[in-house]
C-alpha cells in the first residue's frame, strides 16, 4: 500500500502546489477564493457597452402600436 499518496498530475492552477483532496482542484481555500474573485471581478470588470443588452428584453417599444 502506498497510502494517501497525492496525485503528481492534480496541482492548484493558482499557486502550483499539490492541491488537496478536499479542495481540488486548489491547495487551499484561500487559492479557491482568489480563483472565484478573478472569475467574478472579470465579470464585473466587463463594461456594458451595450444598454440594449443590459434591458434583456429582444421586443421593442414599437411594437406595442401593433
Ligand atoms: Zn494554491
Keep these: 500500500m502506498t497510502g494517501p499518496a497525492t496525485p503528481s498530475s492534480a496541482r492548484c492552477p493558482i499557486c502550483g502546489k499539490p492541491s488537496e483532496p478536499r479542495l481540488r482542484p486548489f ?15 472579470e465579470v464585473y470588470v466587463v463594461p456594458g457597452d451595450d444598454p440594449a443588452a443590459a434591458a434583456g428584453s429582444g421586443l421593442p ?6
Design 61 to 66: 417599444e414599437d411594437d406595442a402600436d401593433f
Design 27 to 41: 491547495c487551499s481555500r484561500r487559492c479557491a477564493d482568489v480563483d472565484l474573485n478573478r472569475w467574478l471581478g
